[in-house]
């Protein structure tokens, strides 16, 4: 005698095998172009941590002036090529305990930081836009943030050879994504670079010494471009106070004097990467305060 299943484990059942077809991430208050599987998740992660060892290949080499492609990677100590199976993001530098494996030189840390900070905000970019050519765009130019903001810290420079191609690369972005305007883009770019300029300006003035280079100004016009006109200002203020609280805090433990200088090139990219994932939240937030 079959037995005969009840309207209670009935749904159940439904509600289980449901459960198994969502999405297993999501960013809820996004489009439904923000939810993916978990396989997909773990597909863009490994595309960002190889992404991520070509941008070290970018932060080793930009500043010398060497080629990108030419010679293959190498140890940083005794310059023998790492072999493919050393060369893992991430994994190598683990399993080799941060050594190279023919010189048992040490390996910087910054190289897997590097690789997982890219693989994180390429998954936080597919999360919050969705897979199509604006994400592709965002992504490039997450890549030029990172390789400028490790550069910056390491060489207090920021390379023109990657952010004079990303101005153009944002402007024509929005002439085929509509997402900042083509309008809105250029003014991002105008806003950003003379924003930078003038505050250089005064700032030299009042101080007697630089204090912002041409690097910062072309920067924040990358910034503009791809990301408009008001999450530009949201990003300077935001690099502003981030960078005046780090200083303070610096030099009240003694770790700086009021002399030295920090790069700003990092807090530039951290407040763009800020305004790209919250900018509209934080800026209504701001318009609610004042009503």
Avoid at 76 to 81: A, D, I
Avoid at 113 to 138: D, P, Q, W
Avoid at 235 to 244: C, D, E, I, K
Avoid at 246 to 263: E, Q, Y
Wanted: net charge positive.
């Amino acid at each position: 005698m079959p037995f005969k299943r009840s309207n209670g484990s009935k749904r159940a059942h439904q509600r289980a095998c449901r459960a198994c077809d969502e999405p297993v991430l999501s960013l809820s208050k996004y489009p439904v172009e923000s939810v993916m599987h978990a396989e997909e998740a773990i597909f863009i992660v490994l595309a960002g941590l190889v992404v991520g060892s070509f941008l070290n290949v970018c932060i080793h080499r930009l500043p010398k002036g060497e080629s990108l492609v030419r010679p293959a990677s190498r140890c940083p100590v005794c310059s023998v090529p790492i072999r493919w199976y050393d060369n893992i993001p991430v994994l190598s530098f683990l399993l080799l305990g941060g050594r190279c494996r023919g010189c048992g030189g040490r390996i910087s840390w910054l190289y897997p930081a590097v690789e997982a900070l890219t693989g994180m905000l390429f998954l936080l970019t597919m999360l919050r836009f969705g897979l199509g050519v604006r994400s592709i765009f965002l992504l490039i130019f997450i890549c030029g943030l990172v390789v400028v903001t490790f550069i910056d810290l390491d060489h207090q420079i920021i390379p023109h050879a990657v952010t004079l191609p990303g101005i153009l690369l944002g402007l024509i972005a929005s002439f085929i994504t509509g997402d900042p305007s083509p309008r809105d883009a250029a003014a991002g770019a105008l806003v950003g670079a003379g924003l930078v300029y003038l505050v250089a300006v005064y700032a030299e003035v009042a101080f007697q010494r630089e204090s912002m280079g041409g690097g910062d100004i072309n920067l924040l016009a990358m910034i503009g471009a791809f990301l408009g006109w008001r999450q530009v200002l949201l990003s300077f203020f935001l690099a502003v106070g981030a960078g005046a609280c780090l200083s303070l805090l610096l030099i009240a433990t003694g770790v700086l004097s009021r002399k030295d200088r920090i790069p700003f090139g990092p807090f530039l990219a951290l407040g763009a990467v800020v305004a790209l994932f919250g900018g509209d939240d934080l800026i209504n937030w701001y318009w609610q305060l004042l009503r």
